[in-house]
């Protein structure tokens, strides 16, 4: 099966002669210093079936980065855990290990709730 190629815009064909075909850049995402991230840090157990994981919310910037901290956190830990909707979800409650690995990196805002 052939690999279909995404064209920006959609654009097909343009009989323009002076035509470049240049992408807008337009990457409005804040990037903010460990220092000044606002985390917190919360045990939850509801749609789960009862067991607990904790979630780490607040976290502005890049999508990347978000999944590297993620996989930075779960490696930490030593369990499972996803980045969904803007939230980093690790199994189990590690609230306190949490903590005290991000205000090591940096991240001197964070808070347990």
Excluded at 68 to 83: A, D, I, P, Q, R
Excluded at 92 to 113: M, V
Aim: aromatic residues 6%.
């Amino acid at each position: 099966m052939a690999k279909k190629r995404s064209i920006p815009g959609g654009l097909v064909y343009s009989t323009d002669i002076n035509f470049k075909l240049s992408e807008d850049v337009t990457d409005d995402t804040v990037i903010l210093t460990p220092a000044e991230q606002n985390l917190r840090i919360r045990l939850d157990t509801k749609h789960r079936a009862g067991k607990a994981v904790t979630l780490i919310q607040g976290f502005e910037g890049k999508e990347a980065d978000l999944q590297e901290l993620g996989k930075k956190l779960k490696s930490f830990c030593g369990t499972g855990g996803s980045v969904k909707e803007n939230e980093i979800i690790i199994q189990g409650d590690n609230r306190d290990k949490i903590l005290s690995w991000l205000q090591k990196q940096g991240y001197s805002k964070t808070k347990k709730i």
